[in-house]
């Protein structure tokens, strides 16, 4: 098969997603192109089979706004065109799935359109009334839409007012970049004194609710002396910066930006936190219980389908940062139950999540598509 990806290519779990799919359609022997507007950040080095196709949008004094979807629509186009790809898979609903049915316009017909809805393409800027009857569109006009879990299915049926089948296709982990020993060097520099380590990860944006980690983390740290590692970077950081010096934890808490591998960090935590208002699925939550790292979260939106309480990972309302942080300290005060959740919570991560079983579902949604 010939398959076309376009995706975000920042830090983030839809880029993420969307690479590692290419990445392993590829290793299966099909051909992938990446229609991106930058090399996406997981891609590293392009492996045969693998072709980089660059969006450039060219500026122009009228354009106070690049025309990014237009200029993306004809770069699709033209790959499908020169490539011969038989289907655009988008992952991320806006702009990307109106400009794969434009570039099918352009075309006057040709590949078959997938697009993949990750969560705030729906529940935060898909739902704006400025988006919404675009990416209806979009998604009405692909010959399949899948969604990363039940709930965004539902969300994107309820909030759109659409009765478009979609399918649910979770993310996933490779098990395997979980590195014991690099994880332990990350642990013996982010908690020197062999306390226990609390990690948290995401794009620090108000759904994640970062001061809610630094408040769990203000009373755990009462009870039980740790440490927190907070990754990723965003908005929220300067507030949560403050957070930290005014409740006088800030010597236990460290900012470390993004770093990559992500699993060398949250591979060292005792615990993960997740306490975000809105959350599709939470591919960071997913991989840390894939390095043996259970999860306390939420109960937002599709946590609760990753996260099975007390099977390696705990949900809760969201904002009642009492009962997270009273789990937390009943995980880290209980050794043998600890140890009992970081098992559970890695072979939950493999059992359910892991990179081939999901990827089987991508290849044969791809197959059925094409045969049709
Ligand atoms: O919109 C975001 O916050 C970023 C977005 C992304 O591109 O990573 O996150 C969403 O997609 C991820 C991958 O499917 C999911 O793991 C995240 O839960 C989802 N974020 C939200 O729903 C807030």
Known sequence: MKIGVTCYPTVGGSGTVAT???????????????????????????????????????????????????????QMA?????HGIELLHVHYAIPHAISAYLAREILGGGPKLVVTLHGTDITVVGADPSFLPIVRLGIERADAVTAVSQSLADETHERLGISKEIE????????????RDFAAAHRRRLSPDGAPLLVHASNFRPVKRILDVLEIFRQVHKCVPCHLAMVGDGPDRPLAERFARDAGIAHRVEFLGNVSPIEGVVGAGDVFLLPSSEESFGLAALEAMACGVPVVASNAGGLPELVAHGEGGFVFPVGDTGAMAGCVIALLSDPRELARQKKLARSRAVENFSVAKVVDR???LYRRLLDR
């Open 362 to 364: 991508y290849e044969d």
């Open 168 to 179: 649910v296709i979770p993310n996933f982990v490779d098990p395997d970049r979980c590195d």
């Open 78 to 82: 033209e790959a499908v065109r020169t």
């Open 20 to 74: 590692e799919l290419g990445l392993e359609i590829a290793r299966r022997g099909h051909e992938v192109h990446f229609i991106c507007y930058a090399l996406p950040y997981r891609l590293g080095r392009v492996p045969p089979g693998v072709t980089f196709h660059e969006v450039t949008v060219p500026t122009y004094p009228l354009f106070q706004y690049p025309p990014y979807a237009l200029a993306l629509a004809s």
